[in-house]
């Protein structure tokens, strides 16, 4: 009995932890850093509304006065322009890049999603 | 002056009383700290009125209280030496014969004094306890 | 079924090597398939050991002593809670406990990232797996739970009455959650800096768990410490020793990470420092977890000088070096892209407060491992004790609470004269006022530094209440919502900032507590016969009367005694002495139900104002003449018994007198009462450092909540929308 939970168990795991072996393409993706840049680019951009959106705060708080508030809401937001820029070049490069070769293994997404945090 | 120029002053300022106050940190800590001995070391070598951090094991049949003072040996691990340690203070729950302590104490003589509240008693990972529900499982073992 | 653990301790072990492999030839060669293949080993991992667990687990709740573990470390009369947690009172179980919740955490954390940090999450899982597959190997090869008796005892050697206590039940999983949630952030680290992918993702991606890391761990240390305050006998809840400076150590970096990463985040700064503050954080769990097993250091807590030292020492050298080798290697990837602006800035603050935190870490590691350190220099092992520790650790958490509150009023960037005035004019003023306030009680004046804290600690709780007032204000002006909607509305919508805001205060009303409980305490230590008072710190404590009592564990010697306070009642506490028999049968049939274990159960009166707090010590010596005559009629009775062949039932009727002899024995405590020894402790505010610490772990998971995916979109469209009009602007 004690053999059987055993080797179920073992069954079980190797299916299990096998399955995407037999379902998916295997090799890199091409565009493995493309993509991960991407999603450096879109932390970078969320974390820059948040730095927008806490200097807004602090102006409210009274943390900072209005012409401070304006000289940083200005660089900040130049900041996520930027950002913003480069999101659209590197969008731009892996479409790109995709379209020269086809579709990615084991068929994901084109762009990652958004960070949660 | 540049910023560079002054960001590497800083940086200099910062380490010189960062590796400072490590330094006092250490010297204190030597000059502060107190040897741990065992029971044949501080025979062989106290000196009367330093204080020592005896660490031992207390010795079987050796516990004795009296009037608010605890008695005890612990003999060291090595030799086959005990000291005697008289004890007022705190003694921790674990506390008993043949388990692993650590007191500071100061010679006297023959006699080692502890330091009010310094005993550390080792806790075991297990001990050994009679079965509590008198006579129905005790057969094969009373 | 100790057949089936072992089994799967084994497939444990092979599965966590194949999610090594898998990640990193998926990462390097192999590809997606490979890499998931490697994450589902994770998640198979976490099942399989989920199933070893349970496995131990009933065995405890059912008492099996044919597992080693349960029959040394249970017995049937342990109550049912107490043997559920019994699992990990040992080494083999707190080993399995680590393992499983490494795996659980792991899971969890892969299966959040699944979709991004594509490139670092592979290697971070070979990490994790490598650590999975250390301690698998350590139970499998070294402390095994699954080992099994030839001969099953009818009964096991019980727990360690000192751990039964519902804190130290809860203090190990809490702690080991935060060592393995640690780990997390630690993996992804190294994946990073494998591949190179240094940016923001990685840390957006592990920072809640470092923040989680950081509340089990937190609420693991506090729990040892009220445990030390209201079990052991000494009254105090915090003595340096090295197993408690083990945990602290983690939590210390680990609160630096957790701000440092802010201003990494904000302006791409402090990249090298943070990268060495996660490594470090992840190997001094690891290290913590080395010092309760491996008997280097004498402590309290050890489990006992054992095997596993080496191991572990070879694993956290390799952490170390593999740490270093990685930053070095790619500090150019880690060169800062901003500077600080301004030296009154948020961001300077932070790096102040982080530089704090890492002096203090290294206090408590120096002092912590100084009797090797001193060894190693001298030959001669030496210990430094707690008023070295205090010399160096007060004005650190000084500086550090001051800091706290001065943090949420700076802005980031720059700070100005106008800030100033607007910010810290009413903190400023309150925290004079609570300093003076102090200063004016009776006796105070003689501890200017505890007044002068309390001042700091008025400071950060009115700049915190400043914040939240401004905030709630600030959302009543555009949303026009009643004030207790407005704050709920305001604190949701940000929670890191206000919830960090409540951490501050919380740790630092926890830091007062300890501040003035122990600049004005009042300890006393007396022997008092009943009916016979003592004087503490202007109460008056009389020995009312003794209590004893024999049950089916222990018997309990104690007293009840009366607390008033100018001739008004306060309280009434109770405190009595637990003795567990002991198998010892040399100390005699009567003798060996006083010769076992002993433990203290506090009496505690625990108020706003101040704790009042005993504890018995009574001399059984008066008993051993009586104890003597019992085991001496009693041996002389077994023996006449057995002389004549009698039987199971004589044997029985003998043991139940035998329990009425004892009952008897302990009775004497009450009916021919001797001088206890008494230690009483009157503590001013000490209720305060529990309440801090509940609020400061309530500050934790406001800013851990994540925030609704709606909200978050919500409030980040509206900014989207602005920007890509600036956006517009600039390419036209």
């Known amino acids: 009995m004690e053999l059987l939970i055993v080797f179920a168990v073992v069954l079980a795991v190797a299916a299990f932890v096998g399955a995407p072996l037999r379902t998916r393409a295997r090799g890199l993706d091409p565009d493995a850093g493309l993509r991960a840049e991407l999603a450096d680019l879109e932390a970078a951009k969320e974390a820059k509304y948040h730095e927008i959106r806490d200097a807004e705060l602090d102006r409210r708080t009274g943390k900072l006065s209005d012409e401070d508030h304006r000289a940083l809401d200005a660089e900040l937001r130049a900041e996520a322009v930027a950002l913003l820029k480069k999101l659209d070049a590197v969008r731009a490069r892996l479409a790109a890049a995709q379209e020269a070769d086809g579709p990615a293994p084991g068929g994901e997404a084109a762009t990652p999603s958004p960070p949660v945090g | 002056m540049n910023p560079s120029r002054k960001r590497r002053i800083r940086l200099v300022v910062a380490l010189t009383a960062a590796l400072l106050a490590a330094g006092a940190l250490v010297y204190t800590s030597f000059s502060a700290g107190s040897d741990e001995k065992t029971a044949g070391q501080l025979l062989d070598g106290a000196v009367a009125g ?93 | 079924m100790a057949t089936v653990g072992r089994a799967l301790l084994i497939v444990a072990f092979a599965v966590a090597l194949y999610g090594v492999g898998a990640s990193l030839y998926g990462a390097f060669a192999g590809g997606r398939a490979w890499v998931d293949s490697g994450r589902r080993a994770v998640y198979a991992l976490a099942g399989v050991l989920t199933g070893a667990f349970a496995i131990m687990e009933v065995a405890f709740l059912r008492s099996d002593f044919s597992f080693n573990v349960v029959a040394t470390h249970s017995s049937t009369t342990t109550p049912t809670f107490y043997k559920a947690t019994a699992a990990w009172s040992s080494q083999e179980g707190s080993l399995l406990l680590w393992v499983w919740l490494l795996s659980v955490w792991s899971s969890l954390a892969l299966a959040l990232t699944r979709r991004r940090v594509r490139e670092v999450a592979p290697v971070a899982t070979a990490v994790l797996m490598t650590f999975a597959g250390f301690f698998l190997m350590l139970t499998i090869f070294w402390a095994n739970p699954f080992e099994t008796l030839a001969a099953v005892p009818q009964e096991g050697t019980g727990l360690n009455p000192l751990l039964r206590h519902p804190a130290m039940m809860f203090h190990p999983p809490m702690l080991y959650s935060g060592y393995t949630l640690f780990s997390i952030p630690f993996a992804f680290a190294i994946g990073a800096l494998v591949t190179r992918r240094l940016n923001a993702e990685w840390i957006v991606s592990t920072r809640r768990f470092a923040l989680a890391a950081w509340l089990c761990l937190g609420v693991g240390i506090v729990l040892g410490a009220r445990w030390s305050y209201t079990e052991l006998g000494w009254g105090g809840y915090w003595a340096w020793d090295p197993v408690e400076n083990a945990s602290l150590l983690p939590w210390l970096t680990g609160t630096a990470f957790i701000h440092s990463i802010m201003i990494q985040e904000r302006r791409g700064m402090l990249k090298v420092w943070n990268a060495s503050l996660v490594l470090a954080t992840g190997t001094l769990a690891i290290l913590g977890t080395f010092l309760v097993r491996s008997g280097i250091l004498d402590s309290i807590h050890a489990f006992g000088a054992s095997t596993l030292g080496v191991p572990f020492l070879i694993l956290i050298g390799a952490m170390v070096l593999g740490s270093v080798g990685l930053v070095v290697s790619r500090r150019a990837e880690l060169r800062t892209e901003h500077r600080i602006d301004s030296l009154l800035s948020r961001e300077a603050v932070f790096l102040a407060q982080n530089v704090i935190l890492v002096a203090l870490a290294f206090v408590v590691w120096w002092g912590t491992f100084f009797p090797l350190i001193s060894e190693a220099v001298t030959g001669t092992r030496a210990s430094v004790g707690p008023p070295w520790f205090d010399k160096y650790t007060v004005p650190l958490a000084f500086v550090l609470v001051a800091l706290s509150g001065i943090g949420p009023l700076v802005p980031w960037r720059r700070l100005t004269l106008a800030s100033v005035r607007r910010g810290f004019v009413l903190p400023a003023v309150v925290g004079g006022v609570v300093a003076l306030a102090l200063l004016l009680v009776p006796g105070a004046w003689s501890q200017p530094k505890a007044a002068a804290f309390a001042g700091v600690v008025g400071f950060v709780v009115a700049s915190v209440v400043q914040e939240l007032w401004r905030g709630m204000r600030a959302r009543q002006s555009s949303a026009q919502e009643s004030a207790p909607v407005a704050l709920a509305g305001i604190v949701r919508r940000n929670r890191r900032r206000y919830g960090g805001y409540v951490v501050h205060a919380g740790f630092a009303t926890l830091l007062l507590g300890v501040a003035v409980s122990s600049s004005f305490q009042h300890a006393k230590d007396v022997s008092l016969k009943p009916g016979q008072s003592a004087r503490v710190g202007g109460y008056d404590i009389r020995y009312v009367r003794a209590t004893s009592h024999a049950g089916s564990e222990k018997i309990s010697l104690g007293a009840v005694l009366d607390v008033s306070k100018g001739g008004k009642h306060v309280a009434t506490l109770r405190t009595t002495r637990g003795f567990y028999p002991s198998q010892d049968v040399t100390q005699g049939i009567v003798g060996r139900f006083f010769g076992g274990e002993s433990e203290s159960e506090v009496g505690l009166q625990a108020g706003f104002g101040r704790d009042v707090w005993t504890v018995i010590d009574p001399d059984i010596a008066p008993l051993e003449p009586i104890i003597q005559q019992g085991n001496d009629t009693f041996r002389r009775a077994m023996t006449g018994i057995l002389a004549r062949g009698g039987g199971r039932q004589q044997l029985a009727q003998l043991y139940a007198l035998r329990d009425v002899a004892v009952t008897a024995v302990a009775r004497r405590f009450v009916t021919r009462p001797w001088a206890a020894d008494f230690r009483f402790i009157v503590s001013p505010l000490a209720t305060w450092i529990w309440i801090g610490a509940i609020v400061t772990f309530l500050g934790g998971l406001i800013a851990l909540w994540p925030a609704p995916a709606t909200a978050r979109r919500r409030v980040t469209a509206g900014y989207a929308a602005r920007v890509a009009r600036e956006l517009a602007r600039t390419t036209q």
Not at chain 2, 94 to 123: A, S
């Open chain 2, 50 to 142: 330093k204080t020592y951090t005896l660490a031992g094991t207390v010795k079987d049949g050796s516990v004795r209280r009296a009037d608010g003072v605890l008695w005890f040996k612990v003999r060291d691990p090595h030799r086959p030496v005990s000291v005697r340690v008289r004890y007022t203070g705190l003694v921790p729950d674990p506390f008993r014969e043949g388990r692993g302590v650590m007191v500071k104490v100061v010679r006297r003589g023959d006699l080692f004094v502890g330091e009010k509240d310094t005993m550390v008693t080792k806790c075991p990972s297990k001990y050994q306890v009679a079965p509590p529900r008198p006579g129905s499982r005790l057969a094969s073992i009373a």
